[in-house]
């Protein structure tokens, strides 16, 4: 039997972290404390499952509050925090980046404060094994040309307000373990999709709106490329890493799926005709309009995860194919969780930026 351990997720009623809550809670000897401010991006239904569980407790509490966050390491005694609380979406940050600099960088400043108080009251043993895993993605090395990989090494280059303050947070979560011996890890992941994903992000977007038959937005010509990494893959890579990994290292998590944008939304639009096909329109792909290029958005993202692979004997399980299909099956089985986002400041922001009904 492993010895108890103590997990504090920020960021858990969001979409990764509500898959690596899932994840962590399917091991009796684990304990999960959710600590979550409930943002628009977040909902407590993704984790219906996890409430009645006794291992699971959930505290909404903002990063940026520092007594809030000492509260939840004193009452919890963490062995393990996981990092993910975040302002997420790139074209936020373009309209209204104070948010992302915000959480991202001053509340993860916050996050480090509070773990170096806590860990220098441990005991020796205790030090020992806690871990404090920083969750980052990929964007922080800018973009790719047609060729290469991102590597551990990949010089930091952002280009958007999004993976800047991302890149600000990884600068100090390493700082924090150089500077004060923090027990520090880093992920870099790419483009996660999956069960659970707030519909402004591509894929979640393009399947809804391609079921209802509502115009699908393709920022420039569709040939930029991403990494698809499906979700659950990534929140096993995350506690294999926070278990496993050297303190202070970095490790890249990718699907080893590289598409372009439009590929993808052609995808999406062949397997909902083949699923559901709509009264009206034949080809959701007639339903394609090639929009305003997103300002300073990159080309290609692909990255490399060898390393990691070979460290830890993580892989990722699902293709590209079968992970899409599953996701297009939850978007179409789960109203519940559709319709308590679809209220609000949610339905506000997609009038406004789509032609949403
Ligand atoms: P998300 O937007 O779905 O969820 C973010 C969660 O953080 C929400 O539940 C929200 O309520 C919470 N949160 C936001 N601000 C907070 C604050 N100030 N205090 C407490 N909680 C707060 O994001 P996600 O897609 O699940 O991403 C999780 C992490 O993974 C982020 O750090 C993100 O940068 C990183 N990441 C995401 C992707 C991706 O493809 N989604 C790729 C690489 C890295
Ligand atoms: P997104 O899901 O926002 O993730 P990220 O910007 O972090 O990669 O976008 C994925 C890709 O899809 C990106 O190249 C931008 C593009 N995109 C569109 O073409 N149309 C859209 O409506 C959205 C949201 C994204």
Same mark, same amino acid.
């Given at each position: 039997?492993?010895?108890?351990?103590?997990?504090?997720?920020?960021?858990?009623?969001?979409?990764?972290?509500?898959?690596?809550?899932?994840?962590?809670?399917?091991?009796?000897?684990?304990?999960?404390?959710?600590?979550?401010?409930?943002?628009?991006?977040?909902?407590?239904?993704?984790?219906?499952?996890?409430?009645?569980?006794?291992?699971?407790?959930?505290?909404?509490?903002?990063?940026?509050?520092?007594?809030?966050?000492?509260?939840?390491?004193?009452?919890?005694?963490?062995?393990?925090?996981?990092?993910?609380?975040?302002?997420?979406?790139?074209?936020?940050?373009?309209?209204?980046?104070?948010?992302?600099?915000?959480?991202?960088?001053?509340?993860?400043?916050?996050?480090?404060?509070?773990?170096?108080?806590?860990?220098?009251?441990?005991?020796?043993?205790?030090?020992?094994?806690?871990?404090?895993?920083?969750?980052?993605?990929?964007?922080?090395?800018?973009?790719?040309?047609?060729?290469?990989?991102?590597?551990?090494?990949?010089?930091?280059?952002?280009?958007?307000?999004?993976?800047?303050? #991302?890149? &600000?947070?990884?600068? /100090? %979560?390493?700082?924090?373990?150089?500077?004060?011996? *923090?027990? =520090?890890?880093? !992920?870099? $992941?790419?483009?996660?999709?999956?069960?659970?994903?707030?519909?402004?992000?591509?894929?979640?977007?393009?399947?809804?709106?391609?079921?209802?038959?509502?115009?699908?937005?393709?920022?420039?010509?569709?040939?930029?490329?991403?990494?698809?990494?499906?979700?659950?893959?990534?929140?096993?890579?995350?506690?294999?890493?926070?278990?496993?990994? #050297?303190? &202070?290292?970095?490790? /890249? %998590?990718?699907?080893?799926?590289?598409?372009?944008? *439009?590929? =993808?939304?052609? !995808?999406? $639009?062949?397997?909902?005709?083949?699923?559901?096909?709509?009264?009206?329109?034949?080809?959701?792909?007639?339903?394609?309009?090639?929009?305003?290029?997103?300002?300073?958005?990159?080309?290609?993202?692909?990255?490399?995860?060898?390393?990691?692979?070979?460290?830890?004997?993580?892989?990722?399980?699902?293709?590209?194919?079968?992970?899409?299909?599953?996701?297009?099956?939850?978007? /179409?089985?789960?109203?519940?969780?559709?319709?308590?986002?679809?209220?609000?400041?949610?339905?506000?922001?997609?009038?406004?930026?789509?032609?949403?009904?």
């Amino acid at each position: 039997m492993n010895s108890p351990r103590r997990v504090l997720v920020t960021g858990g009623a969001g979409f990764i972290g509500s898959s690596v809550v899932r994840h962590l809670l399917e091991d009796p000897d684990v304990e999960v404390l959710n600590f979550d401010s409930l943002t628009y991006a977040a909902n407590l239904l993704s984790l219906q499952c996890c409430a009645d569980n006794p291992h699971y407790r959930f505290q909404r509490g903002d990063i940026c509050d520092l007594e809030a966050v000492q509260q939840a390491f004193t009452e919890f005694h963490p062995t393990h925090i996981l990092h993910l609380a975040a302002e997420s979406h790139v074209d936020r940050s373009l309209t209204g980046p104070e948010a992302f600099i915000k959480t991202n960088v001053l509340g993860t400043g916050v996050m480090l404060q509070v773990a170096r108080d806590y860990f220098d009251r441990l005991s020796s043993e205790e030090r020992e094994n806690f871990r404090f895993l920083h969750v980052s993605t990929d964007e922080v090395f800018g973009s790719l040309g047609d060729e290469g990989q991102f590597q551990p090494d990949t010089p930091y280059d952002p280009s958007s307000p999004y993976s800047a303050s #991302k890149a &600000g947070s990884d600068h /100090l %979560v390493r700082a924090w373990g150089r500077s004060f011996g *923090l027990p =520090v890890l880093i !992920t870099n $992941c790419s483009n996660n999709y999956g069960p659970c994903q707030f519909p402004e992000k591509l894929i979640p977007l393009m399947i809804l709106n391609a079921k209802e038959g509502i115009k699908l937005p393709v920022y420039g010509k569709g040939d930029n490329v991403r990494d698809w990494l499906y979700v659950e893959d990534h929140a096993r890579a995350i506690w294999s890493v926070a278990q496993n990994g #050297k303190v &202070g290292g970095t490790y /890249l %998590v990718g699907g080893e799926e590289e598409h372009t944008n *439009l590929d =993808v939304v052609e !995808t999406i $639009c062949n397997i909902l005709d083949e699923e559901i096909p709509h009264a009206e329109i034949k080809d959701r792909k007639s339903l394609i309009e090639f929009v305003t290029d997103r300002p300073g958005h990159d080309f290609r993202y692909a990255i490399d995860s060898s390393a990691t692979c070979k460290e830890l004997g993580w892989a990722p399980q699902e293709s590209f194919e079968t992970g899409l299909r599953r996701t297009i099956r939850w978007y /179409l089985e789960n109203d519940a969780w559709l319709e308590s986002i679809r209220s609000g400041a949610y339905r506000e922001w997609m009038e406004e930026n789509y032609a949403w009904r």
